[in-house]
């Protein structure tokens, strides 16, 4: 794995100034001028410094972040367990799928792990058993979530924040007949879930496209955080260039009468960005809680995976790492 010194990617400053991007990016007409405010450096510099820290590809993309299922579509996690030979057609039929958004090759007998999204209306079972077809998997496995206790990927830069993963509860999620989604909120969606330009008022254009001010842009983007539909507007980081450079899942045996005191106990973790409930198949598979855990280290992951287990008391359990990834992008919604 390449080392990279991280020191000369960015200074103290640019941690201040990425933390706020990732947490708390101000919605309004001139973002830049109140992270400056916060900062001690020019509006400029902190454009400047954010151009920078692209180029270098420590930043990934500034956008929205949505909740799929409160803007009408639908996901799972999936699995495909897919003999030697077969591995690199999987991953070409699961690539050139424009639903998949993630996908990798992990170190168990379910190789092939990959993460779907749907417009409601289309059958999430019938597309991946098409899919497990086509890639000449032995068996698949479709794991939705059943309960989510915690999602957010947010980096801590600077060290000094110990709530640097933001929770984002399964209470948020809407029923499906709450949802609705005007032809205004598609042409809102298909705006805010491009990169942010890197100007004085980034938002301009897109009032422009929109017909609306900027004023009523912002208002409504308050209001798709109000109702759940966006979860913030926020920058995504280069794992690796962040310093984050190790990942695993970790996949946990709880009982039954457990699952949501120990989800509650693994949220807590601040290692851990997403943490969910999902289905079991007996005899198949029989895990039912799945961790990410991010850190800088494939050593600091595995110590991680051995203090959940002494706060959980789960000793049946496994850590899946990414040996490959065949594909990592944004989902695009309402294109």
């Known amino acids: ?4 010194n991280q020191s000369e990617l960015f200074d103290e400053t640019d941690k201040i100034i990425l933390n706020i991007l990732q947490v708390n990016f101000p919605v309004s007409k001139r973002p830049f001028l109140e992270i400056a405010a916060q900062t001690g450096v020019s509006e400029n510099e902190v454009m400047e410094r954010i151009v920078n820290l692209k180029k270098k590809r420590v930043i990934r ?11 009408g579509y639908k996901s799972t996690l999936a699995a495909l367990r897919v003999k030697e030979e077969n591995i690199d057609n999987a991953a070409s039929v699961l690539n050139s799928h424009k639903g998949v958004s993630h996908n990798y090759l992990r170190n168990n ?12 209306g289309t059958s999430l079972e019938e597309e991946i058993k098409s899919l497990a077809g086509a890639a000449k998997a032995d068996s698949y496995l479709m794991l939705p979530t059943i309960k989510l206790f915690k999602i957010g990927v947010n980096f801590d830069m600077t060290g000094e924040d110990n709530s640097s993963f933001k929770f984002f509860s399964h209470d948020d999620f809407k029923s499906d007949d709450e949802i609705r989604v005007s032809d205004f909120e598609k042409g809102l969606i298909r705006e805010l879930q491009k990169d942010l330009e890197i100007t004085r008022e980034p938002f301009k254009n897109s009032s422009e496209v929109l017909n609306i001010s900027q004023g009523e842009l912002i208002g ?5 955080i109000a109702e759940k539909k966006m979860r913030r507007f926020a920058c995504v980081l ?10 695993i899942m970790g996949i946990w045996k709880s009982k039954t009468g457990d699952v949501e005191k120990n989800g509650r106990l693994m949220s807590a973790v601040k290692e851990v960005s997403h943490c969910y409930q999902r289905p079991i198949y007996p005899g198949l598979w029989e895990y039912n809680i799945f961790t990410m855990i991010h850190s800088k280290s494939k050593e600091d992951a595995l110590r991680v995976m051995k203090d959940i ?15 490959k990834e065949f594909k990592k992008v944004r989902v695009k919604y309402y294109v």
């Open 1 to 4: 794995m390449e080392t990279i």
């Open 61 to 71: 993309q500034i956008s929205a972040i949505f909740d799929s299922h409160n803007i």
């Open 109 to 120: 007998s379910f190789n092939i792990w990959f993460t779907i999204t749907l417009p409601s």
């Open 220 to 224: 409504a983007i308050n209001k798709f």
């Open 238 to 247: 280069y794992h690796q260039k962040a310093g984050f450079s190790y990942n």
């Open 309 to 323: 287990s002494n706060l959980t008391g789960i000793k049946d359990y496994d850590s899946l790492e990414s040996v």
